[in-house]
């Protein structure tokens, strides 16, 4: 062995690996600058909530786009719609490193950390449904037209109540995007009538049994009330349960939001008058487009809203279409 000609042999791998080492600054398996390899075909959906027909329609349109582009997506979502359940969920993502996260977040503030983690790791991220306040993070949002839908919400309600008497909104939980926007489309639309009394918004914290006291509330506040809109599932499932155990069931009108099986059940048995339908796969799908769009350095687009249909038991035969999934 020519032990000064090894050692010089040694010495150049070395000097090698140490500038291939500065070069990329990153972590083993990353291409230089935190970007994801070139073929990295894993995406992830994070939905709001584990079960909810509206998410697992999402996820359904999503996995139907996914494998059409020639990706491979996995899912991942909390067992209630909490930040705090949330957050584990995308560091653990974060750790497995797809190439791109579309993700509904839970809080539009509280997420910002985390999903900010996801894009300085070289991740492409797509918001669908949920956005946060900041719109610098994710490459696009993905969403219904939720004023527009509050705003139809507002003009239904008005309709099925003559035009008159007091009305109210329960909400979920303050700082929900989706939610909020609806109940500022509902008060922008439902001024322009005169002779209804618009009562404001309450929260039901998404708890059912919230949203049914404070149904049983206002009826005792206010006699002439007569209209509720319940922004969400969980809080037009808790109104429909006050009005029920108030004996007010379709004597109040009730407008709900989203369209799964178990609510449209609600609207043939007339706990509800109307339903205010989203197209939950259309997200999911356009969402996977858009993080394709991005990770193959296409033009992706900012902010996509898809429109919403309100449903009533005399047209709903006709637009079956717009119910949602409870499975694939």
Not at 134 to 157: E, F, H, M, P, Y
Not at 197 to 211: F, M, V
Request: hydrophobic share 40%; aromatic share 4%.
């Amino acid at each position: 062995m020519n032990a000064p000609r090894t050692a010089l042999k040694m010495g150049a791998a070395l000097a090698a690996v140490l500038a291939l080492a500065a070069c990329g600054g990153g972590k083993i398996g990353e291409t230089p600058g935190g970007q994801q390899p070139a073929n990295n075909k894993k995406l992830a959906l994070l939905p709001g909530l584990k079960g909810e027909p509206f998410y697992i329609s999402m996820e359904c349109g999503a996995k139907e786009e996914a494998g059409k582009l020639g990706y491979e997506l996995s899912v991942q979502a909390p067992e209630s719609f909490e930040a705090a359940l949330q957050v584990p969920i995308v560091n653990s993502v974060l750790a497995a490193k797809p190439s791109g996260v579309l993700i509904a977040p839970t809080d539009d503030t509280a997420l910002g950390t985390p999903m900010k983690q996801l894009t300085s790791a070289g991740i492409k991220v797509v918001e669908v449904d949920t956005k946060l306040k900041d719109r610098s993070i994710a490459a696009a949002a993905v969403s219904s037209n939720n004023k527009q839908g509050g705003q139809l919400a507002a003009q239904t309600l008005a309709k099925l109540v003559g035009e008159k008497g007091s009305v109210l909104v329960i909400n979920t939980k303050a700082g929900t995007s989706t939610t909020d926007a609806r109940a500022a489309g509902f008060e922008e639309e439902i001024k322009k009538y005169p002779n209804i009394k618009y009562l404001g918004q309450k929260y039901s914290d998404n708890q059912p049994s919230q949203a049914a006291n404070i149904v049983s509330a206002q009826l005792a506040a206010t006699p002439d009330l007569a209209g509720v809109f319940a922004t969400n599932l969980n809080s037009g499932e808790g109104a429909a349960a006050g009005l029920r155990n108030a004996n007010k069931r379709g004597e109040v009108k009730l407008i709900g939001f989203d369209a799964s099986p178990k609510q449209v059940d609600g609207l043939r048995n007339g706990d509800v008058q109307a339903l205010i339908a989203q197209d939950p796969a259309g997200i999911g799908r356009q969402g996977v487009q858009q993080v394709v769009n991005a990770l193959e350095g296409k033009p992706t687009q900012k902010e996509i809203e898809t429109n919403l249909i309100a449903l009533t038991k005399d047209d709903l035969d006709s637009k079956q279409q717009y119910i949602y999934k409870t499975a694939c």
